[in-house]
């Protein structure tokens, strides 16, 4: 097979998917899209449980519950013009693109991704460069979507040369699945699209299990660290599966044998239909703390949490200092012993 699987149908035709459930899975695929690659499928077939829970749709992602919201992390509160996001003063998202090469079951823009999903026209992406142009406080210009490296090469490159022209950028950051779940796309020209003069690109590679670092993925990786792009992770905290220690050390160990640094470890957001993946914060704050010390600070993402309705980003672990009252402090270490801190005044 060597086609992106598309439909509840095409993923029984490969053998994914019973076929007697098709029929249910019907109003799943009429709400959120559906698209798995071959180079994902090929994972499913080969017994990857972690794989199919990520990508192959399942009639839980019909069941709503409270709190969930269409658009979870509040982009549409902070969109400034089309396709820009601006939350924080320094930095912007510009979503170029509304489509994936795959389509995961707990994504948090479930509701505007896909097929159909609106993509910015040469007049909207002039607006939004002009839009970026305007404000000399943003220091960096995050690709996001949608997937940007699902662009063609020239389109890429024009786009990352025009925001990397700009005096007052200094990064910009590219979010992308690709070179996990379509490693054969990253060719030489689409690494050279990602250079420019200028900025700095640097590339956020969305990955959550260990199952994603095959042969072909890590040679992706390395064709993108070897021409000097700088790589970061980030990865959702996904119940039955990653959520448990050992394959979450497994993941960070083998993306820093990749020269990936961990960077984000996202608590699941309040996506419609999610509720199935979702840990709670109490178990992600708990697995957090049990990798403290068993992994080194270069394989330590931060654990965050988006706050409902466009307030940002916090990082969600317990807290390892905290003030005892008379200016002194409590200090936890990695096995959770405690210790007194004494008040900063009376540290000689």
Excluded at 110 to 118: I, N
Aim: net charge positive; glycine share 8%.
């Amino acid at each position: 097979m060597s086609t992106t699987l598309r439909s509840v149908q095409a993923l029984a035709r490969e053998g994914l998917l019973d076929p007697k459930v098709v029929a249910e899975l019907a109003p799943v695929e009429a709400r959120y899209a559906v698209a798995v690659t071959a180079h994902i499928a090929e994972g499913i077939s080969g017994g990857s449980e972690a794989l199919r829970r990520q990508f192959v749709p399942t009639r839980a992602e019909l069941r709503l519950v409270d709190g969930e919201r269409a658009d979870p992390i509040g982009d549409d509160v902070h969109e400034v013009v089309p396709g820009v996001v601006h939350r924080y003063p320094d930095r912007v998202l510009l979503k170029p693109v509304h489509v994936c090469p795959v389509y995961c079951r707990f994504c948090f823009r479930r509701e505007s991704v896909g097929p159909k999903g609106l993509s910015l026209d040469t007049g909207q992406l002039d607006r939004a460069v002009a839009w970026i142009a305007a404000q000399d406080g943003i220091f960096e210009v995050i690709l996001t979507g949608g997937d940007p490296l699902v662009l063609s090469p020239s389109r890429l490159g024009a786009l990352v040369a025009r925001l990397s022209a700009i005096p007052h950028v200094g990064v910009v950051r590219v979010h992308t699945r690709v070179p996990v779940v379509a490693p054969q796309r990253v060719t030489p020209d689409l690494v050279s699209a990602l250079q420019a003069d200028g900025a700095a690109t640097w590339v956020a590679v969305h990955t959550n299990h260990p199952d994603e670092l095959t042969p072909p993925a890590r040679s992706a990786l390395a064709r993108l660290v070897d021409a000097g792009l700088p790589l970061v992770s980030q990865t959702v905290l996904l119940k039955g599966i990653n959520d448990d220690v050992d394959t979450l050390t497994t993941l960070f160990r083998q993306l820093v044998r990749c020269r990936v640094k961990p960077y984000y470890l996202h608590h699941g957001d309040l996506a419609p239909g999610t509720a199935h993946l979702r840990t709670s914060l109490e178990r992600g704050r708990a697995l957090v703390a049990r990798l403290r010390g068993r992994l080194s600070g270069l394989c330590q993402p931060t654990y965050v949490l988006d706050i409902p309705g466009g307030h940002g980003k916090v990082p969600a672990a317990a807290a390892w200092v905290e003030s005892a009252g008379e200016g002194g402090w409590t200090v936890r270490d990695w096995q959770g012993q405690v210790h007194a801190y004494p008040p900063t005044s009376k540290v000689p």
